[in-house]
């Protein structure tokens, strides 16, 4: 009979491949990242995120890693049964404060507090971040299409009116309503502009990019899997108001609380799965998410001022801001 665990694909450091060019490619993205912020802030007075600048809101809650987790679950962070306390902040990608209207790739950034490291980028901290968006890969997937969606970003989303970048994305948003039906996706951008304007907490959130997972490699997913959650899964909201997502989140946690499962999906093959190019999608009839973990929101007050300007304005997010046995990979 075989064994379970030699379906997944264990870490080792020749994982990775050094891309053709990359040191030139991630130099050039930065550049742009830094006249993109310098941009931003001449245009607010105040310094932003190079990404994820607008927060919808910030919450306490706590992560339960799961008992009994088979032996490739049982890694790194989730290696026994544990309860962290965790902060979130809901996000959209572009690196400006744009109206909701503007469609975007949404972000869930956990912070999980009370790791014991040593922490990557920040060896006397006791945190651990996952960042993820609401798809499950990321269209510009290796760094020299990264590049090219970076100084498009550049020229277009910061220089554009708003007004104008609003229409564009309700018109490809509305072209790829169609196209989908038949199975294209005209429009993938890094900014997820084509998205439908849905619930953010309906969402269910990816890594989209593989991170370590202790002795193996995997992504990770959030799902919402609370009966007060359910009903959000896929519903139409609308974004007249340009901080919807900010009055849905508060509205919500003034009065329910909300689950949502942690699960990790592992490579079980590098030629399908691969780790350098994050907008090939993992099968997940090869390899499905399991779970291995759930966050508990309770109800509370998701954006009072000093609640603002603690997660926006005090916290940073950070895929390097991890233990070894997750960092990212590719």
Partial sequence: ???????????????????????????????????????????????????????????????????????????GLFREPRTYPVMIRFSTAPGDIMPDGMSSFRGMAIKVIGVEGPISSEPDALTQDFL???????????????????????????????????????????????????????????????????????????????????????????VPVSPSLQPL?????????????????????RQQPAEYELRAQLCTNLETMPIEDASIPWSEQESPYQAIAKITIPVQEAYSPARRVYVDEVLSFNAWHCIAEHRPLG
């Fill in 1 to 75: 009979m075989p064994n379970p665990l030699e379906q997944y694909i264990r870490y080792s450091d020749d994982v990775e491949v050094k891309q053709p060019d990359e040191d030139r490619l991630i130099h050039d993205t930065l550049n742009s990242v830094a006249r993109m912020g310098q941009k931003v802030f001449d245009k607010h007075r105040h310094a932003m995120r190079g990404a994820h600048a607008k927060g919808h809101g910030g919450l306490k809650g706590e992560l339960k890693i799961y008992d009994n987790l088979p032996a490739p679950l049982a890694q």
């Fill in 132 to 222: 993820m968006i609401n798809r499950p890969v990321f269209p510009a997937g290796n760094v020299a299409r990264y590049l090219n969606e970076q100084l498009l970003q550049e020229k277009v989303v910061v220089s554009a009116p708003e007004e104008a970048q609003q229409l564009l994305t309700t018109a490809l948003r509305t072209v790829n309503a169609v196209t989908e039906k038949v199975g294209i996706d005209l429009y993938p951008t890094a900014l997820g502009i084509t998205l439908p304007e849905t619930h953010i907490l309906g969402e269910t959130y990816y890594t989209t990019a593989a991170l370590r997972y202790g002795d193996y490699i995997a992504k990770v997913s959030a």
């Fill in 233 to 253: 899964i896929g519903k139409t909201v609308k974004t007249d108001d340009p901080s919807v997502l900010r009055d849905l989140i508060v509205e919500f946690f």
